[in-house]
C-alpha cells in the first residue's frame, strides 16, 4: 500500500518479517513464552536447506541439468521440459530448493523478465511437485513430523505417494493445457500466461 501510494516503504523483502517479528516480540505481553513457542527445529531446517542449496549451485553438481535443458526453450516444448524436471528435481531435492537453483539455471540460458509465460510455468509446476512424495515439498516433511510428534500418528511414504501421484498428474496435465491453450491459441491473457 505505501508503495502504491508513493509512500516511504521497506523495499528488502528480508527485513520485512524481520520487523513484523520483532513487533510482534515488543508488543507481547509475555515474550518469553512467544520466543519458548517459535518451531526453531523448523527454521533452522529452512535455514541449513537454503546453505545446502547454494553450496550444491556452487559445486556444480547440478550441471547435468545441461543435458535435460541445455538451451532456451519455447512454446508448448518449454511448458512440458519444465514440468518433467520440476517434478523429477523436486522429489530429489525439494521444491524450493528446486526452484532457486532451477532459476539461476534458467537465467544462464537466457531467461529474462520478458519470458512472463515460463517463469508461471515453473511456478506452477513446481508448486504440483511437492504434491507427489512427502519430500516432493519440506511442508510435507513438516506436516508429516508435527503429526508424528503431537498425534502419534503418520503417513507412509506410499500412502501419500497413492494420493499424491494422481494429484500430481491431474495438475500437470491441467496446467499443460492451460499454459498450451492460452499462450499459443487464444492468447486471451496477452503477456499474463
Not at 537465467?107 to 504440483?128: C, E
Not at 515439498?137 to 513430523?145: V, Y
Request: net charge neutral.
Amino acid at each position: 500500500m505505501f508503495e502504491l501510494s508513493g509512500l516511504p516503504h521497506v523495499t528488502r523483502r528480508g527485513f520485512i518479517p524481520f520487523i513484523i517479528a520483532a513487533g510482534t516480540y515488543a508488543f507481547s505481553r509475555n515474550p518469553r513464552k512467544l520466543i519458548s513457542n517459535v518451531d526453531w527445529g523448523t527454521i533452522i531446517f529452512f535455514i541449513a536447506m537454503f546453505i545446502t542449496t547454494e553450496g550444491i549451485w556452487r559445486s556444480g553438481v547440478l550441471t547435468p541439468l545441461e543435458f535435460i535443458m541445455n538451451s532456451k526453450q519455447e512454446g508448448a516444448m518449454a511448458y512440458l521440459v519444465i514440468a518433467m524436471i520440476s517434478v523429477a528435481m523436486s522429489q530429489l531435492i525439494s521444491n524450493v530448493p528446486f526452484t532457486k537453483l532451477f532459476i539461476m539455471h534458467m537465467q544462464n540460458l537466457g531467461y529474462t523478465g520478458a519470458d512472463v509465460n515460463v517463469w508461471l510455468a515453473l511456478a506452477a509446476f513446481s508448486t504440483v511437485a511437492g504434491n507427489l512424495t512427502i519430500l516432493g515439498a519440506a511442508s510435507n516433511i513438516i506436516i508429516i513430523e508435527a503429526l508424528e510428534s503431537r498425534m502419534n500418528a503418520t503417513i507412509s511414504f506410499f500412502e501419500f505417494l497413492r494420493v499424491g501421484l494422481l494429484i500430481t498428474l491431474v495438475n500437470v496435465a491441467a496446467y499443460l493445457a492451460f499454459f498450451v491453450i492460452f499462450s499459443q491459441f487464444l492468447g486471451i491473457l496477452g503477456p499474463y500466461v
